[in-house]
């Protein structure tokens, strides 16, 4: 299934980072660090939604069907207007879209729907990068995100089994960074051949 969560919201302050301990006789909560974190604790709206949502609060919704553009708005009242986020979180759902022109166009409307500077939080399984027949590594993979899309990398984590990212659309919002009869991405091409080869994942970018 698809899904996205997204956010606009307000400044931010500090908050203590608190761990609770439960055991059979008793339940005590120890400060375990004071950690200074950026991110918004009052007045946060966030917008979660999901292919097949299973709670009332998501919103069951296609990412993809979101208003990315203002054409024929002025036309059509019964267009929704586009809304734009603070911070989009796309974690373990890149990987689940089923083509890979849908997974380029998921990335550059994550892209769109960012306020300049706006972050997105993205998660995808590592093995994903490393054992594709499209993909050489997950370097490629990066390149894809910032020369393709047009996002700076703010973060990066890999672990033994995900890859994370802390992207940043530039503060003066722009399109993507690709130049006009240079995109590398805009096809499925095999890289890698062999049993370590199993996965099909991969980007395209139109």
């Known amino acids: 299934s698809s899904s996205s969560s997204s956010s606009s919201s307000s400044p931010s302050k500090p908050i203590d980072a608190t761990q609770t301990i439960e055991d059979s006789n008793e339940k005590t909560t120890t400060t375990t660090a004071t950690q200074y974190i950026n991110i918004p604790t009052t ?3 966030v917008r979660a939604i999901d292919l097949h949502s299973s709670h009332p609060s998501i919103e069951q919704s296609d990412f993809l069907t979101l208003p990315t553009t203002t054409t024929n708005n002025s036309n059509n009242s019964s267009t929704p207007p586009i809304q734009f986020y603070d911070a989009i979180v796309c974690s373990m759902v890149l990987n689940c879209v089923p083509t890979p022109t849908s997974r380029g166009t998921m990335l550059t409307n994550i892209h769109t729907l ?3 500077g ?3 939080f993205l998660v995808v399984p590592l093995l994903c ?3 594709s027949k499209y993909l050489m590594n997950a370097r490629e993979f990066e390149d ?3 020369k393709g899309v047009g996002f700076e990398v703010e973060r990066k984590k890999v672990t033994p089994k995900l890859a994370f990212w802390v992207l940043r659309k530039g503060r003066e919002g722009g399109g993507n960074g690709r130049k006009v ?3 590398r991405w805009g096809e499925v091409t095999v890289r890698n051949r062999g049993k370590k080869y199993r996965n099909e994942f991969c980007v395209v970018l139109t």
């Open 43 to 45: 007045n946060l709206t």
């Open 118 to 120: 706006g972050l997105c």
């Open 144 to 146: 894809l995100l910032t």
């Open 114 to 116: 960012l306020h300049p």
């Open 129 to 131: 990068l490393t054992q």
């Open 181 to 183: 009869g240079t995109n």
